[in-house]
């Protein structure tokens, strides 16, 4: 079912809270947003291997990215946090938008359907 499909793709490392920024809060999620996601790690995952990723790290990191709205919070994730960065993570980080952002398209992100998209994925991975 789409659950189980979802629960695979998520692994705890989903943070709806990206989607409360200005660039998706009230906007209907179109194909552009769904790209930006796919495209916002591509870049810099690769660079991320052999960092240990620590909460030091990730502020300075949030603080200096110039692509506004990076989700860096998802790498206080137990999948990564005071963990060394590997190939691995980075291929997991680039893809983990694929399965589900395309759902997403038509979707107005209200801050009600984000609580419940956070709500309904926390229950999943219990």
């Known amino acids: 079912g789409i659950n189980a499909e979802y629960g695979e793709n998520l692994n705890r490392t989903w943070d709806w809270d990206i989607f409360l920024s ?5 906007k209907t999620f179109s194909t552009e947003h769904s790209q930006l ?3 916002s790690w591509d870049d810099v995952a690769e660079r991320l291997v052999g ?3 620590t909460d030091e790290f ?3 990191s949030a603080h200096i990215d110039r692509v506004e ?9 137990e999948n990564y ?3 060394v960065f590997t190939r691995e993570m980075a291929h997991r980080l680039t893809n983990i938008w694929d399965g589900i952002s395309d759902k997403l398209v038509g ?3 209200t801050k009600e359907v984000i609580e ?3 709500y309904v994925t926390d229950k999943t991975n219990c």
């Open 81 to 83: 946090f005071n963990e």
């Open 37 to 39: 996601l796919h495209s």
């Open 58 to 60: 990730l502020k300075l």
């Open 116 to 118: 419940l998209l956070d």
């Open 51 to 53: 960092i240990r990723i």
């Open 107 to 109: 979707i107005t992100m």
């Open 22 to 26: 200005e660039r998706f809060l009230n």
């Open 69 to 77: 709205d990076r989700p860096w919070s998802m790498l206080y994730s």
